[in-house]
Every structure is written in C-alpha cells, then in structure tokens.
C-alpha cells in the first residue's frame, strides 16, 4: 500500500535526517518504527502524507508516487496522530475538533455528526463532545486526536509516539484501542516509537530506524534476536528477552527460543518446570 524508495532528506540547516529509506507496508498490518531519539522516526512519518518532499527518493501510494496524489485523497486515506496533542487540536470543543476533518472533507452536517458520534465512541469518549479542549487531560487529548483521524475513516493511521507522556494504564488502553483498530476494522497502523517492550505485545513487524536508515526490519522474534543490532541503534531488549538470554547464555538454561512477552516467558518456564520435575521423579 505505501512503498518508500531510497528516501533520502536533508533539513535546511545540513541536517541529513533520512539517509536512504527502503520499507514497504501492507495493507493490514501494525508496523513499529522503533528508534532512539534523533533517529528519523518523525522526519519519516512527515513524508508519508505528503507534509515534507523527499531531498532524494520517493513514497508510493498503491504505486502512485505522493506528490502526484491530490491533498484530499491523502488526508481521507492517511490519518496521522502527531506526537504533541496541542500541534493537532485547535478547536475550542471537543465535538467541533473532531468535526474538522470530516466537515473539511465536504460532507453534509448529518454525517458529519454521525461520524463524530462514532469516533468519540469508539476512543471512550462519547461523554466529552461538549467539553472544551484545553480542560482535557494530556491522555484524553490524545484519544481525541485518534478520534479526529477516526472521522476520516481512514485505511492508514499513523501515530508519532502516541504513548509519550501517558501513565501505565492509559498507554494500555491506548494501545488496546489501536490493535482493536486494526483487527476489527482493518486499519493499517503504523507507530513509531522508543518503547521496546510494548513491541512484541502489538505489532506484527518493526523497523528498527538507526541514523535515518532501516537498520533491520522483520517480525519481533526476528528482530530482538540480534541483541548487537538494537544496542547499536541505541535501543535495549525488551526485558523479558534481556532476563531470558542471560538465562541462557549465564546460566546455561536450555531455552527452546527467546520469549519476548510475559506470556511467551511463562510457557517457557512453565515446561522447563515440567521437564525438571520429571528428571527428578526418575
Ligand atoms: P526522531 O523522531 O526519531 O526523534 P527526528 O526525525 O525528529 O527523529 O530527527 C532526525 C534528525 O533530524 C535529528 O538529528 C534531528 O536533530 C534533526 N531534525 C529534526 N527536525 C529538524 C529541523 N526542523 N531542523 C533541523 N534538523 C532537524
Ligand atoms: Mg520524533
């Protein structure tokens, strides 16, 4: 669906963000854009509807390079949440910033509502239409950016590190929000963010971006089992994968694979109880 060839930029001060880009998305999946800070992650998301124009390179929409792709088709197909909630909402109510989108995209008043009505629920916030935005709390401002970007019904929400700033439960809620998004209505997500752990638990692929170029790309299992690769991009394992390789390479503990979430460690653990119960009955 979204293709990236050789996506170089360079910011005007001499910066050279984006250093050669290869990277295709599929229709459907959950994509993390895993990367430390300064490693291209917002300066890639800027061109993926059209903000910002490759210094070299190209993105494809279906095939069609962006640039030739009207701003309307983009903006109704591409929903992008960016990192700062007060970059994005600049309506005095809740309803009306929701409205925005829709209204802007020449639909008529009842099924802007509609629309409105349906976003608000499906981020929990169907109690809020009224509420003025600056008495939002930073958590709830962010699920009325995804509602925004909802109300476009989009086929692609792209977020910039939506969990920033969140206390423990609101990134899960968030975070469930979206993969429900994804397996329910089929939205392809893409996400870029520094917070390993959350990986495995969501996404289907990672792009792990290092020094504005993909430094791997693969599922989770594939990704984190190149311990040497993430430190160099100057990220850390996930930590139930950290505490599982000292386990193996320390210890010795014969681990069938690396788990990388809770419940994969359990398993794991739970049959190598099993197996030592067994030696020990014999
Ligand atoms: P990330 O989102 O992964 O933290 P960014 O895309 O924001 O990374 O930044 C990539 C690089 O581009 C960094 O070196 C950063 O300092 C630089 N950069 C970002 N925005 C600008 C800007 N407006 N002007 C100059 N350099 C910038
Ligand atoms: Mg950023």
Redesign the pocket.
Known sequence: MLKIENLHYT????????NGIDLEIAQGEFLA?L????????????HLNGLYHPTLGRVLLDGKPIERVEDKEIFSRIGIVF?DPNDQLFASTVEEDVAFGPTNMGLGPEEVKERVHRALHLVEMQDYGRKAIHALSHGQKKRICVAGVLAMEPQVIIL??PTAGLDPVSVHSLMHLLEDLNKKERITMIM?T?VVDLVPLFMSRIAI?HK?QVLRFGSPEEVFADPQAIEKAQLHLPLVAELMHVLKSKDHVKLHHIPLTVGEARREILRLLSVQEMISRV
Do not use: C, V
Not at 11 to 18: F, H, I, K, S, V
Not at 36 to 43: H, L, P, R
């Open positions: 910011y005007e001060d001499g910066t050279p963000a984006l854009i990367g430390a800070n300064g490693s291209g992650k917002s300066t890639l998301i800027k990192q910039d590190e870029a520094h971006l504005g």
